[in-house]
């Protein structure tokens, strides 16, 4: 072989490494989040595009229950997981220890009180019937919508910090409302025989109820309960976090989820 045509091939070998070098320094880095099918994976499924412009290579990583993302993210098989409020990572990190925590807010999807009768909770008059979820932490978040509309008070400590909150920690019921615990999923059913009630928005949409039509008062967005990012408490400062949380708080993201799921799903952020 001659001289020039092998330093020609040694030059392009030489070029093509660099090029190969290049791409892998230049590689988007991976990230792993967990979530549930349904609407936020379809949610996420718009932050993976968003991501993608700033050098995060999302890996959407689905889940049909509330217990596995978190045990998953604590052992490394995620670097992210997106489907839960803080009372619930509360509760989780205080039973098994995970060193897991909040990185960034995403949605809320409101629970409201609803009736068949009235057009506003302050409508609610002496003696009035209204029916709650029966489970603790549905319980605790309605009794705090009642008492953010001025309707009860419950006594001081209670509805926060992971003491849930139920009908006996009531302080001060100005109206005497009578308070009838039901099953979350039959609460839609009781709005013919109560003068309101208080239900989560899937209970609400099942029912046909629309939430930004039907209910007479939601919580706020910036509830304990809005959904969030969580990572694991060693990764939280790190730039990767940073980019992910901005990618989902972007205005795509955003007119996504109002565009989406018509008042459903309302961002917190």
Do not use: F, M, W
């Given at each position: 072989m001659q001289r020039g045509?092998?330093?020609?091939l040694l030059s392009s070998a030489a070029a093509s490494a660099a090029f190969v070098i290049g791409s892998v320094a230049h590689a988007d880095q991976v990230v792993k989040v967990g979530t549930i099918a349904g609407p936020d994976e379809q949610t996420w499924a718009v932050v993976q595009k968003v991501a993608k412009r700033e050098g995060l290579d999302v890996k959407i990583v689905t889940f049909n229950d509330y217990v596995q993302p978190n045990a998953a993210l604590d052992a490394g098989d995620l670097d992210a997981n997106s489907f839960q409020h803080q009372p619930y990572l509360d509760s989780q990190v205080k039973?098994?220890?995970?060193?897991?925590?909040?990185a960034g807010l995403t949605y809320i999807s409101p629970i409201g009180i609803y009736s068949k009768k009235?057009?506003?909770?302050?409508?609610?008059?002496?003696?009035?019937?209204?029916?709650i979820p029966n489970?603790?932490?549905?319980?605790?978040?309605?009794?705090?919508?009642?008492?953010a509309q001025g309707l009860v008070k419950l006594k001081a400590g209670a509805g926060t910090n992971g003491n849930n909150a139920t009908?006996?920690?009531?302080?001060?019921?100005?109206?005497?409302?009578?308070?009838?615990e039901l099953d979350a999923a039959q609460l839609p059913r009781s709005l013919g025989d109560v003068d309101a009630a208080v239900i989560n928005t899937n209970y609400a949409l099942a029912a046909g109820l629309s939430p930004t039509k039907d209910a007479i008062a939601r919580e706020d967005v910036h509830s304990p309960y809005a959904?969030?990012?969580?990572?694991?408490?060693?990764?939280?400062?790190k730039q990767w976090v940073k980019k992910?949380?901005?990618?989902?708080?972007?205005?795509?993201v955003r007119a996504f989820i109002e565009t989406q799921f018509k008042g459903a799903m309302v961002p917190s952020f």
């Open positions: 045509t092998l330093l020609k039973q098994r220890g995970y060193k897991i925590v909040t009235l057009k506003s909770a302050k409508d609610l008059t002496q003696g009035a019937k209204v029916a489970d603790p932490s549905n319980e605790n978040r309605a009794l705090l919508l009642l008492q009908t006996l920690d009531v302080a001060d019921n100005p109206k005497k409302l009578k308070l009838v959904n969030l990012i969580a990572v694991r408490t060693q990764d939280k400062d992910l949380v901005a990618a989902y708080q972007s205005p795509e």
